[in-house]
């Protein structure tokens, strides 16, 4: 996603920051401005200027390094979480970006294409290209103010959210405290240490903080969520155990970028936004509902303009328009859609419910039946108890065929790479 957005580079971005501001953070390892500018201007030195390159993140603070030197350097750089490189489709991937490199013949414009990858939860990722602009056009540049800031990262840095974490650090000159490579225990001790009083997380990340505690006390002033739909009792969880925070909601992808940004402390956005867009300091993004009930965003003039639908089923409710789940998640229970999302809601009101997540599981039957993986709080009934409660709390809120048939319970849920939780 190339634009016209003003020019912005990384390197003079750095440049402009005091030199003895603290940046970054990472085991035990902590650098100012002053240092990560000479390991910078270091590495150009060593390096010849490459045209294509393949970037990974497997030391967050050398992948850092490498991606300020290389922004308006390079013309197209690949940037490789650590998931990816260890999956099947890596090598695919890099092929194809062999082949972007080809077919835009590897010449230098002044604005390093970035080449991201979807998350791949529907198939095999897809390579998605930005420029720094566009990787930037909603972040805040306020050196001044972002002293005040040190941010925590618990995701992967070279996934867009995590990305996004990174620049915006780097932009308002916050410290940043990588901490994402660590199991979910250590790294709440890990922020919780560095007094981190900014952090961007999934919903379900922030439900495990919600249920295992461990932030109590911790001086959070932002608190972010994006990913995964958002429902009002999180929202409300969280204003209660984090009432100093200012909570804000993201509506971003890697195809699109950052669409909105929701502050109010309600669950989904303003209905008006279908009719009015979303007005910023970086222009209109417009928005609206296509045939199949997903959400299609509009992206600024100056990034083409062009409509983007991104799969996420909306309902209007009152003034709301509300995430229900992805259109290619449903779950097809003989001919009926479930999207497992709307059953999760009804479930997690159950007393002595922590989390859940939906599912389909293939029937010959019906082709598919709702399945449902609980974990039960520590004061919760026994699971005969507990079943016969979900069972009956959503036969009384949701249609017959949305109604688990099989409930199970586990101590944890697993999630992918991006932090949202595995439906497979």
């Known amino acids: 996603m190339t634009s016209t957005l003003p020019t912005i580079n990384l390197y003079e971005v750095l440049?402009?920051?005091?030199?003895?501001?603290?940046?970054?953070?990472?085991e035990q390892e902590s650098l100012t401005a002053a240092?990560?500018?000479?390991?910078?201007?270091?590495?150009?030195?060593?390096?010849?200027?490459?045209?294509?390159?393949?970037?990974?993140?497997?030391?967050?603070?050398?992948?850092?390094?490498?991606?300020?030197?290389?922004?308006?350097?390079?013309?197209?750089?690949?940037?490789?979480p650590e998931s990816l490189a260890e999956s099947d489709d890596f090598a695919l991937l890099c092929e194809r970006f062999s082949d972007y490199c080809?077919?835009?013949?590897?010449?230098?414009?002044?604005?390093?294409?970035?080449?991201?990858?979807?998350?791949?939860?529907?198939?095999?990722?897809?390579?998605?290209?930005?420029?720094?602009?566009?990787?930037?056009?909603?972040?805040?540049?306020?050196?001044?103010?972002?002293?005040?800031?040190?941010?925590?990262?618990?995701y992967e840095p070279f996934r867009f959210a995590g990305l996004q974490v990174l620049l915006q650090s780097l932009m308002a000159g916050s410290e940043l405290i990588i901490c994402h490579q660590l199991p979910f225990s250590e790294q709440l001790s890990c922020?919780?240490?560095?007094?981190?009083?900014?952090?961007?997380?999934t919903p379900t990340f922030w439900r495990k903080v919600l249920f295992h505690g461990g932030l109590e006390g911790t001086p959070l002033q932002q608190v972010t969520l994006g990913g995964e739909p958002v429902d009002q009792t999180l929202l409300d969880a969280l204003r209660k155990y984090f009432p100093q925070a200012r909570l804000?909601?993201?509506?971003?992808?890697?195809?699109?970028?950052v669409g909105f940004a929701v502050t109010d402390g309600h669950e989904g956005f303003p209905a008006s936004w279908l009719q009015t867009g979303v007005r910023s300091s970086t222009g209109n993004t417009k928005l609206k509902e296509t045939p199949d009930g997903t959400l299609a965003l509009g992206r600024p003039e100056q990034m083409g303009g062009e409509f983007i639908d991104t799969g996420d089923r909306i309902e209007r409710r009152g003034e709301r328009i509300v995430f229900i789940g992805r259109l290619s998640g449903a779950i097809n229970v003989g001919g009926n859609k479930v999207m497992p999302e709307e059953v999760e809601l009804v479930i997690r009101q159950v007393p002595g419910v922590a989390d859940v997540r939906v599912q389909g599981k293939g029937s010959s039957l019906v082709g598919e039946l709702v399945s449902c993986q609980i974990v039960p709080t520590s004061d919760a009934p026994e699971p005969d108890l507990?079943?016969?409660?979900?069972?009956?709390t959503c036969r009384a809120s949701l249609a017959r065929f949305k109604v688990p048939a099989l409930i199970g319970f586990t101590t944890e849920l697993e999630t992918n790479a991006t932090g949202k939780l595995v439906r497979k």
């Open 35 to 80: 240092e990560l500018l000479e390991r910078v201007e270091m590495y150009r030195q060593q390096q010849a200027a490459p045209s294509a390159f393949v970037l990974h993140a497997g030391n967050p603070v050398a992948a850092l390094i490498q991606l300020i030197a290389l922004d308006g350097v390079a013309s197209q750089v690949f940037l490789v």
């Open 191 to 201: 922020l919780r240490d560095a007094k981190v009083n900014a952090l961007s997380a």
């Open 248 to 257: 804000t909601h993201i509506y971003a992808a890697t195809e699109t970028g």
């Open 386 to 392: 507990l079943k016969q409660a979900i069972l009956e």
């Open 102 to 154: 080809s077919a835009s013949g590897h010449k230098q414009s002044g604005a390093t294409q970035w080449l991201l990858a979807t998350s791949g939860t529907t198939g095999t990722p897809k390579l998605i290209a930005h420029d720094t602009a566009s990787l930037t056009r909603a972040l805040k540049h306020n050196p001044e103010r972002g002293a005040g800031y040190r941010w925590g990262l618990v």
């Open 15 to 26: 440049t402009a920051l005091p030199g003895d501001r603290p940046l970054l953070q990472y």
